[in-house]
């Protein structure tokens, strides 16, 4: 096993090493025949087994956190008239905010504009979520079928 300094450790790697380390002394503890030492043992290497759990979950948090964090220095928004978040740096390109709230979270480009005969519509590539800017009514006669000309069908 190789000893390195605790600072170039991760707290994951800490934590590993602690419960290495209990479960090697359960494991001695089992050849004596001293029961009290034994329990005592068993239950501290339950406790750090229950340790590691939140530690690794705290871990997981403070990951999710600090990238949060990153991500609200460099995105900007919901702005107004379309709700579009942007990067900072690039102001001219609304980035999908349904990615970007989705967990975990994820900076797409929308489309460009596309001019459609209902409108003109960006799309995310990634989630399929779409948005008109504008939009126009169909040209030309909108066809209906009226309710008993249904009924009528059959
Ligand atoms: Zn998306």
Known sequence: MTI???????????VGGLVASAK????????????SLKASISEL?????????RVLDLDE????????LVMKDEVVGPIEPHGYFFLKDKPNQPICPKCLQSQPS??????????RYDG??????????Q????????SGPVRRRSFSSLRNQR
């Open 4 to 14: 390195l300094p605790t600072a170039v450790l991760t707290t994951t790697q800490l």
């Open 131 to 138: 948005h008109y800017e504008t939009t126009k009514q169909p």
């Open 24 to 35: 090697n002394a359960l494991d001695l503890a089992k050849a004596s025949s001293d029961h």
């Open 120 to 129: 003109a519509r960006r799309e995310c590539v990634i989630c399929h979520w």
């Open 106 to 115: 994820n900076s797409v480009f929308l489309s460009p504009l596309s001019e």
């Open 61 to 68: 948090e403070n990951r999710r956190l600090k990238t949060a």
């Open 45 to 53: 290497y339950d406790s750090l087994l229950d340790v590691k759990g």
